[in-house]
Nanobody
Framework: QVQLVESGGGLVQAGGSLRLSCIASGRAFSSYVMAWFRQAPGKERESVAAINLIDSTTYHADSVKGRFTISRDNVKNTVVLQMNGLKPEDTAVYYC????????????????WGQGTQVTVSS
């Protein structure tokens, strides 16, 4: 069993930055893929970024490449999403997820989810 708790959301102006954190606890944390997904009002949840905790390979959606960076802190059992150059279209609830997906962006392959944190970007 893995528990995930997100933090770091908030309100920011366009062009600003936010840093989301996901603290994981439970067994075998280091063997999972950790990912961030987001869901905007009236839209489906979409993948944002992921990191393979075995070899630290990272993946980023095309919409956030060059602006968002996913990383890990092994000591703190934390995965971080650094978001720079935020745009109003980044406004969404951001979710942390853990699992062993076949493809990093496959939402249904993730077994564990956090409660979500709201990110709002004003224009």
């Amino acid at each position: 069993q893995v528990q995930l708790v997100e933090s770091g959301g908030g309100l920011v102006q366009a062009g600003g930055s936010l840093r989301l954190s996901c603290i994981a606890s439970g067994r075998a944390f280091s063997s999972y893929v950790m990912a961030w997904f987001r869901q905007a009002p009236g839209k489906e949840r979409e993948s944002v970024a992921a990191i393979n905790l075995i070899d630290s390979t990272t993946y980023h959606a095309d919409s956030v490449k060059g602006r968002f960076t996913i990383s890990r802190d092994n000591v703190k059992n934390t995965v971080v999403l650094q978001m720079n150059g935020l745009k109003p279209e980044d406004t969404a609830v951001y979710y942390c997820a853990a699992g062993n997906p076949i493809g990093w962006s496959r939402e249904n392959d993730y077994n564990y989810w956090g409660q979500g944190t709201q990110v709002t970007v004003s224009s």
